[in-house]
């Protein structure tokens, strides 16, 4: 029988090594010519969802949390779960604590020595229960989860007070390209209102920390060229998901323009393996397969196979931490900023895009079951045919290198779907 510490160690990636220190010199200038880009239509709908995103903020909003705000019990909690145990250690709050890469990510940073208090809402937009799993597995870790919403402008000014955090992995989100379709709303309250919120107790705070946070390769959006570079246009996105992660990108530009916030935005490829998002095609088809049940393929144009950058979530977490150890400090004090501060953006992704066919000839083989596929056209929901990272930049200034192919990280995942779950392979199931 393992113990838990090893089944956490086969569940989680092991503590990144050392990545390079260098701060990147002369990034500003390729994103001006991102940024000048912008179609004047988007801009009008950027003013329509940040003027949607105002309203929102200035409504009052009480969270589950508030209750604790006057609790020195809670206090202590906070401070001892952000005080880091190495020297020169970090001190982290990372939003979507108890999400997929938030968990993952929040427990490598305390496995390496450095303090981590997490922040989550547990919305129901998927199975709340491994949301909750997830947080116990972090609770094992000494970090403490914070139930609470970026939206609750009290409880962040309460979490600032207590700890100087030196940086913030905003990592919560309201994900999903198709959902927006059913709930528009919910991506502008988390996606932009909640981004708002945040920055602005960021800005607030006294040390200002350096701010990492999770884009998305969605705003590449109807982008044709491949691979996708950091300095391709970004002003044609097809859907709402990805209309919001834009509108972040622009967002976090002027805060870093006005208070001196250090910005590192990250544009995530796809990312997979245990503990991941029920919702992901690579999740759902797993259940699917082994219920018996058909699976849905969608095709491009001309009956074309989609392709996806699938990218494993330890290389996500590896470019995650690198990019917090190499963030420049904040220049403000008190809103007021005393010089410029960096801004970056990078790709985080595979660089081997593979199409999805394949993607479910892997599940097969591992699940030791067959498929019953459907072939369906892809509707004009907001996916793209393809993506496709280029990552040369993240390797450049983070020493990024992913390092697990598709076959690899399925095998993984597969192996925890199964002994979370309560499966065996080869055995379809009843769900």
Request: hydrophobic residues 40%; positive net charge.
């Given at each position: ?66 209750r604790f705000l006057s ?204 503990m991941g998002r029920p ?153």
């Amino acid at each position: 029988m393992r113990s838990v510490k090893e089944q956490e160690e086969e569940l989680f990636p092991s503590t990144p090594g050392k990545v390079k220190i260098e701060r990147a010199h002369g990034i500003n200038r390729q994103f001006h010519r991102c940024f000048a880009s912008t179609s004047t239509m988007f801009l009008w709908a950027l003013f329509l969802i940040t003027l949607t995103a105002s309203y929102l903020s200035f409504q009052s909003f009480v969270s589950t949390s508030s209750r604790f705000l006057s609790s020195s019990a809670w206090d202590r909690q906070i401070r001892e779960s952000a005080a880091p145990v190495r020297s020169q250690g970090l001190s982290v709050l990372v939003t979507g604590a108890a999400g997929f890469v938030g968990s993952h990510c929040s427990l490598a940073l305390r496995k390496r020595g450095d303090g981590v208090v997490g922040l989550d809402n547990f919305n129901s937009y998927y199975d709340p229960s491994l949301k909750r799993a997830r947080q116990a597995l972090l609770s094992r870790s000494s970090i403490f989860v914070v139930d609470g919403d970026l939206n609750d402008r009290r409880l962040l000014s309460k979490l600032f007070s207590l700890a100087p955090f030196s940086h913030v992995l905003h990592l919560a989100a309201q994900a999903g390209v198709r959902y927006a379709v059913e709930n528009p709303s919910s991506y502008v309250h988390s996606n932009i209102a909640g981004l708002v919120a945040l920055l602005e107790a960021a800005r607030s705070a006294d040390p200002q920390p350096a701010v990492i946070w999770a884009s998305s390769s969605s705003v590449y959006g109807l982008n044709d060229k491949s691979p996708f570079s950091e300095s391709d246009r970004t002003d044609r996105p097809a859907s709402l998901y990805a209309a919001t992660k834009k509108a972040g990108e622009a967002i976090t530009h002027t805060y870093n323009h006005i208070y001196g916030l250090s910005i590192t935005g990250l544009r995530f490829f796809t990312v997979y393996g245990p503990m991941g998002r029920p919702d992901m095609a690579y999740f759902s088809f797993t259940k699917a397969i082994l219920a018996g049940k058909p699976i849905t393929i969608y095709r491009g144009k001309n009956r074309a196979d989609l392709a996806r950058d699938f990218t494993y979530i330890d290389d996500i977490v590896r470019g995650c931490i690198a990019s917090l150890d190499t963030a420049g400090e904040s220049t403000g004090t008190g809103g007021k900023k005393s010089g410029p501060a960096p801004y970056r953006i990078f790709n985080l992704g595979n660089t081997s895009p593979v199409t999805v066919p394949t993607l479910v000839s892997i599940l097969e083989k591992h699940l030791r079951l067959k498929a019953k596929k459907k072939l369906v056209e892809m509707p004009g929901n907001g996916d793209v045919p393809f993506t496709h990272a280029n990552i040369s930049l993240a390797m450049a200034e983070l020493g990024y290198k992913p390092t697990t192919n598709l076959e690899t990280g399925l095998k993984k995942f597969v192996k925890w779907y199964l002994s979370y779950y309560g499966h065996s392979r080869g055995r379809k199931t009843n769900l």
